[in-house]
């Protein structure tokens, strides 16, 4: 695997950072860090849309660009450079990661595709899961405690 940088990631880059420079003006930020949620899903739903970012990890059978790790890893490293609120590391990464790898087959075919557009995120419990679902008008409601996630504040 070469890890030189080539001329579609350096473009790949660009289009980032050029999204995220217009994007993330000093006041999104400090009302999204003066938010309860500390989070801007209008944003990430924006750079989903308009990059197809929460995608570069999900294989193109499941609606992602199915780019890999080294776009992956130059997308959060682009993003880091913004101090933004998105569960873009958590969801389009962390999840999408153990999910394209598991053998439930239907848990991929649901899961992956909204997780590549955006419309749906998730994160990863890392340990001491301590959770009950329960169906809850349209959704799910989680109940009980997680020692660990990826993000907690961008977990839901």
Known sequence: MSLAVGAEQRALVAAVRGFL???VTPERVRTVME???GTDPELYRKMCAELGIAGALVPEEYGGTGLGWPEAVLLLEESGRHPIGTPLLSSAVLAVACLSVTADTRARAELLPELASGDRTA???????????RDAAGGWTLSGE?????TPRTCC
Do not use: Q
Request: hydrophobic share 45%.
């Open 21 to 23: 420079t217009a994007e």
């Open 35 to 37: 938010s309860p949620a």
């Open 123 to 133: 994160t990863v419990a890392l340990d001491g899961v301590d959770v009950r679902a």
């Open 146 to 150: 997680i020692a660990s996630t990826g």
